[in-house]
């Protein structure tokens, strides 16, 4: 199969995140990708930008609780 | 997805109840409805489009009223319901969908849209979908938004020549659009969805931060921008507000002064020819008086033979009368001396007598000397009169009338020639402005440029504002990263959260501009393949995409190919939905209505040799005289799955007969 604009979409974003110095997982990016492609058409935008919010949080969390875990290592 | 069937009832000429069965053998994709004008072709591409999207339109785009999509003879027998049911598969599911519309309660004959009672049913896998998520399956499926790339008239192509011209709005409508098939809004849409996400976290980050210690006056100074940025938010809406309104003046204008476009050329031609009708009847009158002058001089002319012959005399006469002249020192002198000497006895000379012979002699010829003076002087007074005679002749000269005259007699006539030319082409034009307040349309276009003046600055405060606006996002965004690096932020969860949302929304806007230029590319490249099959010309090398996917032919030298004709427009449309549909996530059912009509035979053989190709179904809805059954038909016999007939029963009726045979 040739590449569609979904391929060339989500590599354009990759490519970008990988020049970013940052925490962010590329699984967060296609998430984020993924919410958008399937409400993209959609009139209602309370949808997709609840969930973009609903993976951020989740990202946060997964950051933070790694970091404390990481601390409760290290200071045993 | 693919078609499986559909079912109308009281769809416009369609009385009753309907059935097609759409091919669905990969093999054999190719599906054709032969059916004259006016019969019901246009029909089918409505049904589908008003079963998905509920909305039927008409040749100009315009939605269709309800009230027309019901079948009249059904109607008039009472009956006003109309529907249509199509089942179809995609991604592994199969689907029903029923668009319906009835009478409203207590409506007995209804007026407008708002008497019927539209509903809209959807199965997934035989379960029922509710509601919203119709519209969200729809729009997985098949989104109105790209319906244009798979559900159109042929006829229409020429519109996306509109992609060539710069700022058209056509063009910025077609353009968006395409960007829609490609996906490009999901990207766009993500980012101003991260970028409200941001915003709010940044919020909640500054005012965590306000009871920190350190960081309060950062805080302060966020939410001042904050209010800031809220105030020159209030002012763009307004000026968007202001620049929509305008536009829409501006547009109605335009609608109007194209409806007028006609009259105006005539008007100017008009004004233009009057100017040289000016110019040319000046010309006539100038003419005329330079003919009176010189008929006026022609005597001189007719008197110049026997003036000349009285010159020559005259000039005769004076140069005889000169050379008399120049004798008369001579005589005088002669005279001087025979006076003296017959004064005198003796020769003063020689002191002998002078003898009474010689002074008779001499007595003689003194006689004959004042003779000839005599006859000088009155010479003279002869050279006198001559030489003013000749001067009075000299400036009787001819006028060459002959000549001159014959000069002005052809200007004239060629001024005739112009005149009646001139006449005859103002009174063309004056009969094609007749009717039209040509006052009014300059009226209007005066409006009109005023309106794009005032465009011109509400676009600019508008960036302006903008600009500001942005400027105090990026401080703020700058004290937001200030704040996020602070000891205290890492255990901070809004922090955190800007840091993520930030990375995001940097990745999605930048991505936007990386994916257009991908996409051109990829879109120029497969509209490219599509064209060289689909031409007959084997000169041009491909296509060339500009920034709004608008597609200019290029030849082998890599030149432009600028002009070219309705059938290469129509090529090249073709090529560029081509293009759209292989580049794009989403693929459909391509039904193309009177595909072929601007089309050569060579480029129709051509693109019904490509039309399988193109789609995993194409319907093609065209009459016997664009596509010939047995000749155009016969290399596609193998891909066609089922060919269709409109049969006309009565002038707002007909019906769908399916050819028996093998397809």
């Known amino acids: 199969m040739p590449p569609t604009s979904d391929d060339k979409a989500i590599q354009v974003l990759l490519e970008l995140l990988s020049r970013e110095k940052s925490d962010v997982g590329a699984a967060l990016v296609r998430q984020c990708y993924d919410v958008e492609k399937a409400f993209q058409y959609d009139r209602d935008r309370d949808v997709p930008l609840d969930k973009i919010r609903r993976l951020v949080e989740a990202e946060v969390t997964r950051q933070l609780d790694a970091e404390n875990a990481k601390e409760r290592r290290d200071t045993r | ?663």
Request: proline share 3%; glycine share 6%.
């Open chain 2, 1 to 663: 997805m693919k078609l499986l069937d559909m079912e109308m009832y009281n769809f416009m000429p369609y009385r009753g109840k309907h059935k097609v069965t759409f091919p669905a053998d990969p093999a054999r994709n190719v599906m054709v409805v032969f059916g004259p004008n006016m019969r019901g072709k246009t029909s089918l591409l409505n049904a589908i489009r008003w079963c998905f999207y509920g909305e039927a339109l008409d040749r100009q785009l315009n939605p269709i009223d309800l009230l027309k999509i019901v079948n009249i003879e059904a109607a008039t027998e009472g009956d006003w319901e109309v529907s249509v049911f199509i089942t179809f598969e995609s991604n592994g599911h199969s689907y029903d969908l029923r668009r319906v519309a009835k009478l409203r309660e207590l409506v007995d004959v209804p007026r407008r849209d708002d008497d019927f009672e539209p509903s809209l049913s959807m199965r997934r896998d035989g379960k029922v979908l509710l509601g919203d998520d119709i519209e969200h399956e729809i729009n997985q499926i098949m989104p109105s938004q790209i319906a244009r790339f798979f559900l159109f008239d042929a006829e229409l192509l020429g519109q996306y020549e509109a992609l060539l011209v710069d700022d058209s709005e056509q063009g910025q409508a077609i353009k968006e659009a395409i960007e829609q098939v490609l996906g490009v809004p999901a990207l766009i849409k993500g980012r101003d969805e991260i970028r409200t996400l941001l915003k709010k976290a940044q919020a909640v980050q500054a005012k965590e931060n306000k009871h920190v210690e350190g960081m309060a006056s950062q805080a302060e100074q966020y939410a001042r921008l904050q209010a800031e940025i809220d105030s020159l938010s209030v002012d763009v809406t307004a000026l968007k507000g202001k620049d929509a309104h305008l536009r829409t003046e501006i547009a109605g204008l335009d609608d109007i002064l194209a409806s007028t476009e006609a009259a105006q050329k005539a008007q100017a031609q008009l004004d233009g020819l009057l100017a040289e009708h000016k110019r040319v009847s000046e010309r006539v009158t100038a003419l005329k008086e330079e003919q009176l002058g010189v008929l006026q001089g022609a005597w001189k002319d007719l008197l110049q033979p026997r003036l000349q012959q009285r010159l020559n005399e005259l000039i005769k006469e004076r140069d005889g009368s000169q050379a008399s002249i120049q004798e008369r020192g001579s005589l005088v002198a002669r005279i001087d001396q025979l006076k003296k000497l017959l004064s005198q006895s003796r020769c003063s000379v020689c002191g002998q007598d002078i003898a009474k012979a010689r002074r008779e002699e001499f007595g003689a010829q003194l006689g004959k000397l004042e003779g000839e003076l005599t006859a000088v002087s009155a010479d003279m007074a002869k050279l006198g009169e001559a030489s003013a005679e000749i001067s009075r002749i000299s400036r009787i000269r001819g006028v060459g009338a002959s000549g001159a005259l014959k000069r002005i007699e052809t200007e004239q006539s060629r001024s005739a020639v112009e005149h009646t030319r001139l006449e005859g082409e103002i009174g063309t034009l004056r009969r094609q402005v007749a009717g039209h307040d040509t006052a009014e349309i300059a009226r209007q276009r005066t409006r009109r440029d005023q309106l794009m003046q005032n465009l011109g600055r509400i676009q600019e405060d508008m960036k302006r504002s903008e600009k500001e606006k942005d400027d105090k996002v990026g401080k703020q965004n700058q004290l937001s990263r200030l704040m996020s690096k602070a000891p205290t932020a890492r255990t901070q969860r809004s922090a955190r959260e800007v840091e993520v949302y930030g990375v995001l929304e940097k990745i999605f806007a930048g991505g936007v501009d990386t994916l257009r230029d991908r996409l051109r590319e990829a879109v120029a490249a497969k509209a490219t393949e599509a064209f060289l099959k689909l031409t007959t010309e084997k000169t041009y090398k491909g296509l060339a995409i500009n920034d709004s996917y608008g597609l200019t032919i290029v030849d082998r030298q890599e030149r432009p190919v600028s002009v070219r004709s309705a059938g290469a427009e129509q090529i090249v449309a073709l090529s560029l939905i081509d293009g759209l549909n292989r580049t794009a996530r989403k693929s459909g059912p391509i039904v193309m209505d009177t595909p072929l009509g601007r089309l050569d035979p060579k480029h129709r053989a051509n693109v019904l040799a490509y039309v399988p190709t193109m789609a995993e179904q194409v319907i093609l809805l065209a009459h016997e005289g664009e596509i010939n059954r047995e000749e155009d038909l016969e290399p596609l016999a193998s891909r066609i799955g089922a060919i269709y007939d409109i049969e006309r029963i009565s002038a707002t009726e007909s019906r769908l007969v399916r050819e028996k045979g093998g397809k």
